[in-house]
Each structure stands twice: as structure tokens, then as C-alpha cells.
């Protein structure tokens, strides 16, 4: 009797040590993230919220070239691999469906509402689906130890001049370097699309969906302005060679690198690489740059910009405890002042929180040029488009100008008019 007594009252022991050591023991979140300085600063927050509240923090980096597709394959297969993930306007209707409603995270309704209209990142049921983690577009970049803002080119024109002009003085190996690859034609093809009043699909510049149906999905490739675009761009690289000769296989990574070497006078880059631009141990013009409006084309008049996000999303597929805690995670995130002001000094991102952004500007210069140059222009776009086939047509553009920069000038109309038959072929598959 009193073994049996004894036995009960180690079993009772032990169980109390085993739930009283799982109460104990870490939680867990795993994101899913692309690394990079705006994602890296962001994670931090993270990071410094798990520790606070013994949640440990797994990072799992994935390869830009390949996270859309990894990301995708994920989602849809309801793994649980990942908990927290890094979304884009890109393939915001992509995953929308796939993904939690996140309109009950805290502070939300802080972010800028005009990067994060519903159309981008809504699922069918207009809820929304992201938690911002920073703004993210393309700037203009020049080499301010060259030449004063005043002579910093306006259009195409002044760009090739001054880059030719650069270049004979033996100040810079190339005028303009940036990225020209599939994912990394913001930095080269779409804005000087955009600043030739050009763009993907008709109507210009719209990007709602029932009008793009409406119109039949159908391409601006055979537009003049988007063979202007075209022939500039083959013109810079075969003509006045201001351009690295390898540039239409350039990534952002080897554009930035060829930019921080000192050797390019201009690059269109993120927004976020101002601090990584400006960093001594990595960058030989560190102190040397600043940003301007875009050069135009002869089909433009006034400046234009972009503004979107880069967030985070909680898959659907994981369970109500993950879920909650994931969402109080990026509450806190939204909520850390400290954290995005310091997300800001790292990479030169406008914070999440939109009510932050008047006290950074009191104290940073670069934050009232960038307010200049790009927050406050009135001729703005979104950097995509907001349907599931997007990342498709995406590829058939990238195809269609890689072909016309690397083939003939006179075969330029060609690839454009193929290019327009694929894009929209894409858009209805």
C-alpha cells in the first residue's frame, strides 16, 4: 500500500515538473524572410520583443530569386514550416487567400493607408492580409562630390550627356549602372517606363483589375513611349556604352556593388540602401551621394514616383496559438517607436508607423528630401500589378525587353510586339 502510495506521489511529481518546465520552456515563432537591410532591421524588433516575452525567434532566410515560388509552394501545400512570412505588393492577391486577416494587430491603422489599398492586399472578403514592416521604392541616386542638385540630369537626354561627360574625365567607369534582370527591372525598365508616361497594361497607370479586364488585358509593349523606353536603354548600353556592357543580367545586388565601388555616377536603387550606400566599411562614396527626382522621358512632363510596402503575413494553414502570438509579435512591432526610428537610421526606410514620420523629418535631412522626391510627388504609381497572374506576366515582360536590349536595334519592334501577345496571354491563363 504505501509503494503503491510512494509511486503515486513520484508520478505526481514528476508530472507537476513536466507541465511547470513546458510552461517554462521558450515559445516559438519561425520567419520567413529574404534577407535584406529593411527585413533585417525589422526582425530585430522581433527579436528584441521575444526576448522580452520568451518567445524564441527561429530566422529562416530563402533566396530572393526563388521565395515567391518556395513561399507559394508552402503556402498552398498547408505547412506549417513557417509562422510569420515576408509579403509584397507583388504577389499580394497571389497569397491573399492563403493568408490570416490582420486588421486586428495593433496600431494598424497607423500605416499609410494609400500603399496598402485593398485592392493589393485584401482576400475576397475585404479583409486585409499584411502588416507593414516599411516603405520600399526606387530613388534616384547621384554622385553629389560630381555635381551640384542644380546639375543633376532632368531628363534622358541630360543623363547621357552628363554620363559621357563623367566619363571622359576619367571621373567614373560608367554613367548609369542598375539592376536589368526579371525581379529587378524597377531599377532600370519600369521606372524609366513610368517617366515616359508608359507603362505595362492599358489604361495607363490603372490598376484596377475590372478595367484591365475591361480593356481585354491589353499590353502598352507596342506603344511608342514603351519603344522610346526600349531604345534609350539600347542606345545607353550599344551606342554611347555608358552602361556596364553585362548590365542586362545585373541583379540589385551587382548594380549596388558596381555603384558603391565608385565607379558609376547615377543607379536607381531602393530607398532602404541609403544607409548601406552611406556605410564607410562597405561603400567607397559613402558621403558622396544624395537622391533627385527621376530623369523624364520626351513624353513626360512633371516628376512622378512609387510608394508601396514590404510586410509581413501570417499563413493560414498554422494554429490559433501561432496565429495569436505572431499577431501580438507584429502589434509590438507596430507599436516600438524606438525600434522604427532605429529602422529608419539603419537603412533610410520610412517606418511603418506614418505618425512617425513628421518627427524623423524635423531631424533628418534625407527624410525631407526623400518627402521631396518621392513621398509628396503627385504623379505617383504603385509598383506592380494586383493579380494572381502578375508574377507570370511579370516574366513575359522581363523576356520581351531582355530580348529587344540584347538583340538588333531594328529587331526591337519584334520582341516588343511578341512581348505584348505574351504578357497578355499571361494575364488571361
Sequence with gaps: MYKNLLKLLVAG??????????????????????PNPIQDASIAMMEKWGKANNVKIIKVPNSYGVYVEKMTASLTSNSNQYDVIWHNDDWGQLWAHLLEPTDDVKNIANADKTAMEGFIFNNDKGQNTVVPLGHTFGVFYYRSDLMSEAEVPKTWDEMVAIS?????????????VGGMSMNNTWFSWFWSMWANSCDVFYPIFNRDNAALAASGWKSAMTDKCMKQVTEFWWDALNVHKILPKGMPSYDRNEANAVFMAG???????????????????????????????FPIGPNRKE???????????????????????AKEMLGAMMSDDEGQISLWKKTGAPPPNKLLWPQISEQDPFMRQLQKVSLDVTGRTHGAYYFAQWPAVHKAYSDAVITAITGPRDGIEKALAEGAINITKAAKE
Excluded: H, M
Design 13 to 34: 511529481v514528476l508530472g507537476i515538473q513536466a507541465v511547470c518546465s513546458f510552461a517554462q520552456a521558450p515559445r516559438e515563432l519561425r520567419i520567413g524572410y529574404q
Design 164 to 176: 559621357k561627360k563623367l566619363q571622359a574625365e576619367g571621373k567614373v567607369k560608367f554613367g548609369y
Design 263 to 293: 565607379d558609376a555616377a547615377f543607379t536607381v536603387g531602393d530607398s532602404v540602401y541609403w544607409a548601406t550606400f552611406n556605410d564607410v566599411a562597405k561603400s567607397k562614396v559613402a558621403g558622396k551621394i544624395n537622391i533627385a527626382y
Design 303 to 325: 516628376p512622378f514616383a512609387w510608394n508601396d510596402i514590404w510586410g509581413w503575413a501570417i499563413p493560414k494553414s498554422i494554429s490559433p496559438e501561432k496565429k495569436q502570438l
